[in-house]
């Protein structure tokens, strides 16, 4: 089994930065591409950015230029930069991980609980 906790959401004012990270520990032998989603109030979940393990990275229209992800495969952590918050980032905010735990293991997804980022106007 791998577990995810995110952590750095909060309350922070138009404009403003937060750092969102998300470890994995548990069963890991390679972790693949991982993601960060939001999801707020009456809408669906959507992707925010992914990285691959190789550091690829590509993000949504909506923050492109403000979200900058990283990760950091020695440490099985990910993080997502968030500068000029806007009220519209307000959401839900998981992580999203692609975990082999053995090397011939299947390759399965799994998700952190979420934090929350609120954005005031």
């Known amino acids: 089994q791998v577990q995810l906790v995110e952590s750095g959401g909060g309350l922070v004012q138009a404009g403003g930065s937060l750092r969102l990270s998300c470890a994995a520990s548990?069963?890991?032998?390679?972790?693949?591409?991982m993601g960060w989603y939001r999801q707020a109030p009456g809408k669906q979940r959507d992707l925010v950015a992914a990285?691959?393990?190789?550091?690829?990275?590509n993000y949504a229209d909506s923050v492109k230029g403000r979200f900058t992800m990283s990760r950091d495969n020695a440490k099985n952590m990910v993080y997502l930069q968030m500068n000029s918050l806007k009220p519209e980032d307000t959401a839900v905010y998981y992580c999203?991980?692609?975990?082999?735990?053995?090397?011939?293991?299947?390759?399965?997804?799994?998700w952190g609980q979420g934090t929350q980022v609120t954005v005031s106007s």
């Open positions: 990285i691959t393990n190789t550091g690829s990275t």
């Open positions: 999203k991980v692609y975990v082999q735990s053995g090397a011939m293991s299947y390759v399965k997804e799994y």
């Open positions: 548990g069963s890991i032998f390679r972790i693949y591409t």
